[in-house]
């Protein structure tokens, strides 16, 4: 009996958490949109894009080899501990190398666009 309000609240919570990812941004967007205009807008998508590349490199397998890695060792509960331990240290370590080369591409792109910028400041 246990089992089953469980179910039923995991399905209501879903469901909730469902309708709110589609509710909030209907909410939000016309907003936003107002509030930042179009060029804002832009900037944001293209901050968007950049860092969900970022995220994709630093996330390149490690789901997967995870997977199979804690599959391997999960009757023993010290090695599936000290897998997962290892699984979130890369993990945390690519994230920051993948952050390092967010950072230095933006340092990058202020400094063309300081470079490239002044010609057409004139115009």
């Known amino acids: 009996m246990k089992k089953n309000k469980s179910i039923k609240l995991n399905f209501i919570m879903n469901v909730i958490l469902t309708m ?11 907003y936003v949109s107002r509030i930042l205009l179009p060029e804002g807008t832009g900037k944001v998508s293209f901050a968007t894009s950049l860092i969900s590349y970022f995220s994709m490199f630093a996330q390149l397998g490690i789901p997967t080899y995870g997977i199979r890695a804690c599959a391997k060792v999960r009757d023993d509960k010290e090695e599936l501990t000290r897998t997962t331990q290892e699984l979130v240290i890369i993990n945390f ?19 063309s666009l300081i470079y490239y910028r002044k010609p057409y400041d004139c115009i």
């Open 20 to 30: 709110s990812s589609f509710i909030f941004p209907l909410i939000t967007f016309p």
């Open 93 to 111: 370590v690519i994230y920051c190398i993948s952050g390092c080369f967010n950072a230095c591409s933006k340092i990058e792109r202020r400094k």
